[in-house]
């Protein structure tokens, strides 16, 4: 008889969805990979077609599984991008494109709801009021899709939507369903006073069953796509960033994961529900146990955005040596030292998050003069959001009592050697890189790995397939300049300056 010593986690992000076969000690052994379109139908609207999902996880898990013996997967588990929701009718068909998490459309929303109860749905769902969860785009689609609204038989989120197309249930985790801003935290159950005030009822949402536990097996349809054997057990998943903390191995104080990818979301870990005015509060991967994080919305997206709208020059140059832009910027960004000019950057090209909460929040550049480079600009992409993640952490450490000993870097921003050594010397903490990146992927794996048997629980999964490749410590002399700036105009700036950026932006809004 075959051994079922392999796990496939699967990773349904917002560019792409990545498969990858892991062994119990969290070695990559294949792995696959497929985009999925964004569109922009609208300035601040982001959506994706729901079917896509699946299409682009099918084409990763197929890539994957060619690779491998195929009898020796013995689960799957899945993370997503949070609060992505797609709306669906009777024969369950979606009405619409799905919503995603970056989509900035309910401004107007996330204020009403404010005003409905804006201490109350924070102290139930552990999330105050803001624009990417999942409740104001519901009441977005109620007030200007009225038609459709009412035709909703199930509203999906991603982990949702593919355990219905992979097993036929209806079924979600409290980790998947958790940033819909529905969920009450303690009683782990959808919350009825919290329905009430979107509009929406119980039934139009999917069962909830815990991380881990085996929530459904792969259907023969389903296994006639995804090139898998019928019958594979499908474990409860979790968020992106709950697997990503998973995967880093938070599982106790003094560790916090800091995944830099499109959004920058910073986990530590909690036995106990907490809320507070720095941080949100997400369910654990592990059973029962919870997850205050920091989030920023707009994290290597600036860097993109950057390149993209204003790198012509260094595209140029990245073409003449055959070198991607990325180096090209970064190897510039580098010879910049302490002491000459520079930019001072506030990252809130998407809104600012915790603990400001402010949508009308937008990006803010200081210093600007003649001997300004593009690579001065890059640089302090980099540093303002390695500013603003300190000035969460320390928000959080007073909340939550809990002094933060090591960052576990993850993500594609994590690749950046000069990134790793600007956290490091900002925030003034050791910087840990794991072995594998695709610590979100391996969160996944950890959870089918715990549903397939490989280990007693979900805690004995983080334990056992992950650990630590590097660590970058602060450089004195980097952090001393830092401090300086941070203490006498980064945490002053947004205070000072928030009323005029707020008006400024409703009257350049329509």
Same mark, same amino acid.
């Given at each position: ?11 349904? #992000? ?16 294949? %792995? ?9 139908? @609208? ?5 994706? %077609? ?13 890539? +994957?599984?060619?690779?491998?013996? @195929? ?39 996330? %204020? *009403?709801? *404010? ?8 102290? *139930? ?24 609204? %009412? ?8 982990? +949702? ?6 097993? /036929? ?43 881990? =536990? ?6 023969? =349809? ?14 409860? /998943? ?22 830099? /990818? $499109? ?39 600036i860097l993109n955005w950057y390149m993209e709208e204003f790198g012509d020059r260094e595209r140029e140059q990245g073409r003449a040596g055959n070198i991607p832009v990325t180096k090209v910027f970064e190897d510039l960004a580098s010879e910049i030292v302490p002491g000459e000019p520079r930019l001072l950057m506030l990252p809130y090209l998407k809104g600012a998050s915790a603990p ?23 640089? #302090? ?6 500013f603003e993640q300190k000035y969460q952490y320390e928000k959080m450490e007073i909340s939550l009592n809990n002094k933060i000993e090591e960052i576990v870097l993850l993500g594609g921003g994590a690749k950046s050697h000069l990134w790793r050594q600007i956290m490091a010397d900002i925030t003034g903490i050791p910087v840990l890189i794991p072995p594998s990146l695709e610590t979100t ?28 490749? /590097? $660590? ?35 009257? $350049?809004?329509?």
């Open positions: 008889m075959v051994k079922k010593d392999y796990v496939i986690g699967i990773d349904c #992000s917002t560019s792409a969805s990545k498969a990858i076969v892991w062994d119990k000690d969290g070695n990559c052994i294949a %792995e696959g990979r497929s985009e999925i379109p964004l569109l922009v139908p @609208k300035p601040e609207w982001a959506e994706q %077609e729901a079917g896509k999902w699946w299409d682009a996880t099918v084409r990763a898990v197929e890539t +994957a599984v060619q690779q491998v013996e @195929k009898k020796r997967i013995g689960a799957i588990g899945i993370t997503h991008q949070r609060e992505s929701f797609v709306p669906l009718d009777k024969n369950m068909k979606p009405l619409r494109n799905g919503i995603l998490w970056l989509d900035t459309r309910a401004t107007s929303q996330v %204020e *009403k709801l *404010k005003t409905l109860g804006a201490e109350k749905v924070h102290r *139930k769902t552990g999330l105050y009021p803001n624009l990417y969860t999942s409740n104001v785009k519901i009441m977005w689609i109620r007030e200007n899709e009225p038609r459709l609204f %009412e035709s909703v038989y199930k509203y999906m989120d991603v982990f +949702a939507f593919l355990t219905w197309k992979m097993t /036929g249930r209806m079924v979600t985790s409290w980790p998947s369903a958790d940033p819909m801003g529905l969920l009450n935290m303690e009683d782990l159950c959808w919350d009825d006073e919290i329905l009430k005030m979107i509009g929406v009822k119980e039934e139009q949402f999917c069962e909830l069953a815990q991380p881990g =536990e085996i929530v459904g097996t792969v259907t023969k =349809e389903a296994s006639a796509v995804l090139g898998l054997p019928e019958g594979i057990p499908l474990a409860g /998943g979790g968020g992106d960033g709950q697997c990503a903390a998973l995967g880093a191995v938070v599982v106790e104080g003094g560790r916090a994961s800091l995944n830099m /990818g $499109t959004a920058v979301v910073s986990e530590l870990y909690s036995e106990k529900y907490v809320t507070g005015d720095t941080y949100r509060t997400m369910c654990g991967c592990v059973p029962r146990t919870y997850v205050p994080e920091s989030i920023m919305a707009a994290g290597t997206f400001s909460w402010d949508p009308f929040a937008k990006g803010v550049v200081l210093g600007l003069c003649e001997s300004t480079t593009s690579a001065h600009f890059y640089r #302090s992409i980099m540093e303002g959001i390695a992927c391996l969160g996944a794996g950890m959870l089918a790995a715990s549903a397939a048997g490989l280990y007693t629980s979900v805690l004995e999964a983080s334990k056992g397939m992950s650990g630590v490749s /590097g $660590t970058i410590f602060p450089i004195d002399k980097n952090r001393g300049f830092y401090t300086k700036i941070y203490e006498k105009v980064y945490k002053q700036l947004f205070p000072r300056i928030r009323e005029l950026v707020d008006e400024f932006t409703k009257l $350049t809004t329509r």
